[in-house]
Each structure stands twice: as C-alpha cells, then as structure tokens.
C-alpha cells in the first residue's frame, strides 16, 4: 500500500507542486529570452506593457490548463480507469516537457507558452485522479493517512522545485530550459511504476463487475488473510448502488441525496484557495528582507517554507486517523485565524521596534505550519469519504474546477487586494478562515474509520431531515 502510495504520487500531486515552484526561479532569464526573441524575429525593443502581459501568460496559462485538466481527469478515471488514466497523463508530460525545453533553442516562446498549458492539464487530471486511486484501494482504519499521500507529494513538489530551480543547481541562466522541462522525469517514474501495481479493486467489482480480478487486487494490497473483510465493504457497497452508472459532473447538482456533501466540498475547497496562503507566499520575501536577510539568502529561507509545509504534511498524515478529521480541520483554520490577527498587528507595527519583523517571520511559519496541519492536507481526503463510488469522480471533477478557479481568481486578484489594503488584506482572510471554520463544525460529522456507506447514512439526515 505504502509503495502504491509513492508511485502514484510522483506522476500525481507531485507534478502539480514542483510546476507551481520551478517557475519562480527562472523569472529574470525568461524575461531576457523574451526580449531578445523579439528583437530578431521584429527587429525592434519589446515594449515593457507587453513582456508584463507574455509573462503573465506563462505564468498563469498553467491553472488554466489545470481547469482543464480537472474537466476531463474523472471521466478518463471512468473511461480508462483510475491507474490507466494516471499512465496516459504522463504521456501528456513527456510532450510538455519536450516543447518547454526546446522553447530557448528554437527561438519560439510560444512553445513555452504551449507547454505551459499542457502541464497545467496534467497536473490538473494528476490531483484528480490520484486521490480518487488512494481513496479507494486503503483500508478505512488507514485511509486518512494514505490520503494524505496527495498532500505529502504535491508539499514534496514544491520542495522539490524550490531545491532545484536555485541558481548553484538548474536555476542559473544557462540551465533554466532543462529546469522546465525537468518534469519529465517524475513522469517517466511512474509509467516504470504503476504498472507493478494493480487497478483500484473498488473501480474493477463496482464499475467493471470484474470480481475475479477485485480479489486478485485486494490480495496484493491487503494480503490473503485481511481481503475478505474488505471485499464485504465492496460488495455491501455495489448492493447499495444497484447497478447505477457513474454520474456526471451535472447530476450531482440536482441529486438530493449528495445536496450537503457537495455544499461541503465546494466550501472546503474555495476555503483552502481563499484561505491566505498566497498571501503568506506573496509577502515572504519582503518580511524575510525588513528582518535583515539579504537578498541572495533569501531563496534559502523561502527553501524553509517549502520544508515546513513538506513536514507539517508529513504529521498530519501520522495524526489524521487518530485525532480524526474534524479537529485537524477546524483547528487549522482557527490557528490560521490567529496568526492573520498577529501578523496584521506586526506588519502594522513593523517600523517602530527592531523585533517586530521576526515576531512576523514566526507568524509566516506558524501559517504555513496551521495550513499543512489541516485545510491543506485533509480537503482532499474528505472528498474522496463524502461521496460513494457512482458520485466520486464528478465530485472530483467539481472540486477541481472549483480549485483551479480560485486559483486562478486569486492569482488575478490578489495584487490589486494587497496594493488596495497592504498589510489589512490579511483580515480578510481572518473573516474567512473563521468562517470556514464554522461551517465544518455544524456541518461536516467525523468520517474516521467508518466506511462510504456509513459516510452515506450520517448526511442523509442533513440531505432530507431528521424524521425520514
């Protein structure tokens, strides 16, 4: 189970957090390459309104590709299955690698922007498919802690590019095209990989009706002693179903049924886009250089918040089935709550005493450490346990449409939010974290060790009353 974990995630959420980071180092040298791109295809100087807009493209192409992605990844999950969707994916990296890499050689930015997309798209069928995979071949007693799979990869993605995209390593101006097409890679591990492992056995008795091969595939991930328990769960849950196909994005908006679990997860997920940890990244470096450090060290430091978030990952994932969803959840978003109130105090007060900027360099890590300790890790896990097997990839594909647009709202956005408030944007992530926060403490029941059906049971009393 712990290897399938890994092999899915290096071609999954991996990919996603190691493009968001691997961008960031090479701003200056794509700038440049821009530039004398233009001057020998036209013979004249880039005006400087438009190398902002072609670097905005590049830069934010990628959620788009991500909506992308998120549109079509359930329905290859469906169609080709959740292990053969994610073998596909990669075949779609390997391409984007190849035009990004070729990008500065032949001249042509448009490739950049091409391969751009095409990545966006894989990394939006990977955060799609992968927890769909995890979520159905763990056992219930451990299915917190291997969702958190998801979270511990794409936070590993991120560390990893941030590694990687400094300047002593593919950062430099020379190397920056083998930084951007270095994503082939993880690509090229998981298609060596996942074939050694078997389709999610969920998705071959209940979508395949193949029960000779669902055996065969609990076999190997639960071993021949243990399976058998698991297979009941399978069954109970095919019987419920009746034979019902698996839905569209759009029937789960008109099924009754599903009506709070879909209300949870649109909330959950715009709550971890909107949460404010843009921001925490957007303002980073100008507290890391008012608290003394000097801008060269600064990619180093910001190397620390890439490990925090890794680490608190790492603990959620050993926390999550003994302290439950809920806490963690809530919890985090009222830890965040706290840390927005201080850091808008520091910020405020940042000039008048030489201590106030590491009072705002502890809130940053505070942050990021609340984040990854529960709207970070666990969103993801719940949409996988809100939902049963006929509903799941159409909550998937919503809550990453749902995800991707935020993402791409608050990267539009946010400039203009922290030029209109400076330092008080953070309060309004204060009023939205708490109120997140609130709405998962009336809503949302703990789904430690219960199964999809019993998941089922607790919000039909919310779907349609307490006396049916």
């Known amino acids: 189970l712990f290897l399938a974990v890994c092999a899915v995630g290096i071609g999954g959420t991996f990919q996603y957090g190691y493009n968001v980071s691997i961008i960031n180092a090479p701003t200056q040298h794509i700038h440049r390459f821009l530039n004398e791109t233009w001057t020998s ?59 990004m890499g070729i990008s500065f050689p032949t001249g042509l930015f448009e490739l950049l922007i091409a391969g751009r997309f095409l990545i966006g798209i894989n990394s939006g069928i ?25 979270s511990i990869f794409l936070t590993g993605g991120i560390l990893t590019g941030q590694i990687i995209g400094l300047r002593e390593l593919l950062g430099g101006e020379a190397s920056w095209p083998l930084l951007l097409s270095s994503s082939c890679f993880p690509a090229f591990a998981q298609l060596l990989f996942l074939p050694w492992f078997p ?69 959950m997920t715009m709550g971890q886009q909107l949460s404010g940890i843009n921001a925490i990244y957007f303002y980073a470096t100008y507290i890391f250089e008012q608290a ?110 749902i995800s991707w647009i935020s993402f791409f709202t608050i990267g539009m956005l946010f400039p203009f939010i922290v030029n209109g408030l400076k330092q008080y944007c953070f309060l309004v992530f204060l009023l939205e974290c708490s109120l997140v926060a609130a709405f998962i403490f009336l809503v949302i029941p703990e789904t430690k060790n219960k199964s999809f059906l019993e998941i089922k049971k607790e919000f039909h009393k919310l779907n349609f009353g307490r006396n049916t």
């Open 292 to 401: 003394g450090i000097s801008a060269e060290k600064i990619p180093y430091v910001t190397l620390g918040t890439g490990a925090c978030e890794c680490l608190t990952a790492l603990t959620c994932g050993l926390l999550i089935d003994y302290v439950g969803r809920r806490y963690l959840i809530i919890g985090g978003y009222l830890l965040m709550t706290l840390w927005s109130v201080v850091l808008t105090l520091s910020l405020t007060y940042q000039e008048l005493y030489s201590w106030v900027p590491y009072v705002s360099m502890t809130c940053i890590f505070a942050f990021i450490l609340s984040f990854g300790l529960g709207p970070g890790g666990i969103t993801n896990t719940l949409t996988a346990e809100l939902f049963i097997q006929s509903s799941r990839p159409a909550a998937y594909m919503i809550g990453g449409t």
């Open 199 to 267: 389709e999610s056995p969920r998705y071959l008795l209940i979508d395949r009706g193949d029960e000779l091969s669902c055996a065969k595939a609990l076999k190997r991930f639960h071993g021949s002693s243990e399976f058998r328990r698991e297979m009941e769960d399978i069954q109970r849950e095919r019987f419920a179903l009746d034979g019902e196909k698996p839905k569209k994005p759009w029937q789960l908006f008109t099924d009754r049924g599903v009506r709070w679990q879909l209300i949870t997860v649109i909330v």
């Open 41 to 99: 295809r036209y013979h004249k100087e880039l005006n400087p309104d438009l190398l902002t807009f072609l670097w905005s493209v590049i830069a934010s192409i990628f959620s788009l590709g991500g909506l992308c992605g998120a549109l079509i990844g359930g329905s290859m999950a469906i169609r080709l299955g959740r292990k053969g969707a994610l073998l596909m994916n990669n075949v779609i990296a390997i391409v984007a690698s190849v035009l």
């Open 126 to 150: 990977g955060i799609c498919v992968q927890p769909l995979y995890i979520g159905e071949v763990a056992p219930k007693h451990l299915r917190g802690g291997m969702a958190m799979g998801t």
